[in-house]
């Protein structure tokens, strides 16, 4: 069951995610827009130019902010990623379990997993 629901929720975080591609790629290009122009804007030496970029600036800064789109998408991969590693788990992991028993076979078990992970 715990595997059925993994998948379920994975396979929406891929449909969001493939959803918010384009405004994620948009939001990639405007912050790299960004920081293009906060370079050109510290080497400006006149102030029409420094004005200029900060116009130019404020425009790039509204395109980013209306690409939130982009920050559900973002949440979208960081969910899957999170699905794949979860995916990946044994609930019995022998690691995970703690042993309070002197068995030796039970202790040599664990000891072995940890080596071998």
Known sequence: MRKFMLFIGGLIALLILLANLGPMVLLGVSVWLLYIIFKKF???DSTAGK?????LGLVVLSITF???F???GLAAAYALYLIVTNWKKDENDPVVATVDEDDP???FERQWAEINN
């Open 42 to 44: 510290l080497k400006s």
């Open 51 to 55: 004005i200029g970029w900060v116009i």
């Open 66 to 68: 209306s690409n939130m």
């Open 70 to 72: 982009a920050v559900v």
């Open 105 to 107: 076979f039970t202790n």
